[in-house]
Nanobody, 116 residues
Framework: QVQLVESGGGLVQTGGSLRLSCAAS????????MGWFRQAPGKEREFVAS????????AYADSVKGRFTISRDNAENTLDLQMNGLIPEDTAIYYC?????????WGQGTQVTVSS
């Protein structure tokens, strides 16, 4: 298994949008369900959203439901997270991983900062 690479983070105003992307090997994406996780300052890493690779069935944390959309492209081996209606509480480093996550797959993450 290889390190996952996240991108797309940045600084955005409250109410703005960002689209995060994650790239990994075909083996990784097709062997496990995938998810997005985030870690805010002083807090534990938490679940954000997940998608079952084959069926496309999704799950979301209550805090992001209705605002975030997770998607995948099996052919391109990418995992995306469309984030709309961002609020300061969304500020965190966002990571992708299998769901449930595997400790050896955590990458550097991508920073999302939402200002008010």
């Amino acid at each position: 298994q290889v390190q996952l690479v996240e991108s797309g983070g940045g600084l955005v105003q409250t109410g703005g949008s960002l689209r995060l992307s994650c790239a990994a090997s075909k083996r990784t994406f097709r062997s496990y369900a995938m998810g997005w996780f985030r870690q805010a300052p002083g807090k534990e890493r938490e679940f954000v959203a997940s998608i079952r690779w084959t069926t496309g069935i999704t799950a979301y944390a209550d805090s992001v439901k209705g605002r975030f959309t997770i998607s995948r492209d099996n052919a391109e081996n990418t995992l995306d997270l469309q984030m709309n209606g961002l609020i300061p509480e969304d500020t965190a480093i966002y990571y992708c991983n299998t769901d449930p996550p595997l400790s050896n797959l955590w990458g550097q993450g991508t920073q999302v900062t939402v200002s008010s």
